[in-house]
C-alpha cells in the first residue's frame, strides 16, 4: 500500500515517539523502533545498526545496507529517515514515487 510522503513521515515520527516513550538505551529504542515501523506497514524491512553489524546478514538487503552503512565514510551516517535514530529501512516496491527513477542515494534498489 503506498503512502503519501507527508503522511509516511508524520507516522514514521509518531512511531519513533512511541519507540522512545519508554526510554532505555538508543539500542533499545532502535529495536522497538525498527519493529513498530514494520508492525504498522510503513516499510517493507527495518533493521537496526547492531543488526547490520554484527554477523552474518539476514538478507540481501540487509548486505547492501551494511555496505552503505561503511562505505568508506564512517559509520552512522544519516541518510535514511530513521539513519539518525539507528534503523535503516526499505520501502516496499514503488513506495518511492517522490522521484523520477523510483529511487534515490539511499535506496538499496537499482
Not at 529504542?29 to 510503513?42: H, N, P, S, T, Y
Not at 548486505?63 to 529501512?89: I, T
Amino acid at each position: 500500500m503506498r503512502i503519501p510522503e507527508a503522511e509516511r513521515n508524520a507516522q514514521l515520527a509518531q512511531a519513533l515517539q512511541d519507540a522512545a516513550r519508554n526510554g532505555g538505551y538508543p539500542e533499545d529504542i532502535a529495536e522497538r523502533l525498527a519493529r513498530l515501523v514494520e508492525q504498522r506497514g510503513l516499510v517493507a524491512k527495518a533493521y537496526t545498526h547492531a543488526e547490520l553489524t554484527s554477523g552474518e546478514p539476514a538478507d540481501t538487503f540487509a548486505v547492501l545496507f551494511r555496505n552503505s552503512y561503511y562505505a568508506g565514510y564512517y559509520a552512522g551516517r544519516a541518510w535514511g529517515p530513521l539513519s539518525r535514530w539507528g534503523v535503516e529501512v526499505r520501502f516496499g516496491e514503488g513506495d518511492l514515487v517522490g522521484f523520477s527513477t523510483g529511487t534515490n542515494h539511499e535506496s538499496t534498489y537499482w
